[in-house]
């Protein structure tokens, strides 16, 4: 019966402790020196993009004390999920994204998807119409984000290159796709010249 009773309670302990994950995937400009027991994030220098990622399995709030190129500030995670931390001194937006197996045929879109598409991204810029709701995020420098309570969840950051992800079963992959706000506006320039109607030939 003994045996029975602390191998319910070990059980019960295991799910209990995987609900508090907070897990933080931490953005930076140039390497973050991440001290875990300390609960601080440092950044000094560099140009590239880097990533890490951070777990903290406790029930307790956990508050970070990050130094970067935008300066110093503190961050509390305070409900176990996946977290975006911008380390970098710009900010980042993202969002929801449908990703699968890549496209077998070819697609083609109307002028209003297009024109559609450059004004959600406006928004997007502008920190207009994001809520959490809308599965949208506008980071600041030296500020996180919960972005979804599956710690299992995929989430790219700028300047990657992903178009699809493999799906696993039948179950659609669920991922966020973030980018640097310099991205988005090459993007939009890149939609607006779709939307310009071709020369003329007599022209």
């Known amino acids: 019966m003994k045996k029975i009773c602390f191998f319910i309670l070990t059980i019960l302990f295991a799910a209990c402790s995987g609900n508090n994950l907070k897990r933080v995937l931490v953005i930076?400009?140039?390497?973050?020196?991440?001290?875990?027991?300390?609960?601080?994030?440092?950044?000094?220098?560099?140009?590239?993009?880097?990533?890490?990622?951070?777990?903290?399995?406790?029930?307790?709030?956990?508050?970070?004390?990050?130094?970067?190129?935008?300066?110093?500030?503190?961050?509390?995670?305070?409900?176990?999920?996946?977290?975006?931390?911008?380390?970098?001194?710009?900010?980042?937006v993202?969002?929801?994204?449908?990703?699968?197996?890549?496209?077998t045929e070819t697609k083609v879109y109307t002028q209003e998807f297009l024109k559609h598409q450059i004004?959600?991204?406006?928004?997007?810029?502008?920190?207009?119409?994001?809520?959490?709701?809308?599965?949208?995020?506008?980071?600041?420098?030296?500020?996180?984000?919960?972005?979804?309570?599956?710690?299992?969840a995929f989430i790219v950051g700028p300047f990657h290159k992903m178009t699809s992800i493999q799906q696993q079963g039948n179950k659609e992959p669920e991922v966020y796709r973030f980018?640097?706000?310099s991205e988005i506006r090459e993007t939009i320039e890149h939609l607006k010249s779709l939307t310009t109607a071709p020369p003329s030939p007599n022209q």
Do not use: C, W
């Open 28 to 92: 930076s400009k140039g390497t973050a020196t991440i001290d875990k027991e300390a609960k601080t994030i440092t950044v000094t220098s560099g140009t590239s993009s880097e990533e890490q990622t951070v777990d903290f399995d406790t029930k307790d709030k956990i508050t970070l004390q990050i130094t970067s190129q935008a300066g110093k500030a503190t961050v509390d995670l305070d409900s176990p999920g996946y977290y975006v931390l911008n380390a970098k001194p710009d900010t980042i």
């Open 94 to 103: 993202g969002s929801y994204q449908r990703y699968g197996a890549p496209p």
């Open 119 to 152: 004004d959600s991204l406006q928004q997007l810029i502008k920190d207009s119409n994001v809520s959490a709701a809308n599965r949208n995020y506008f980071i600041l420098p030296n500020h996180a984000v919960k972005v979804t309570d599956n710690t299992d």
């Open 179 to 181: 980018f640097m706000v």
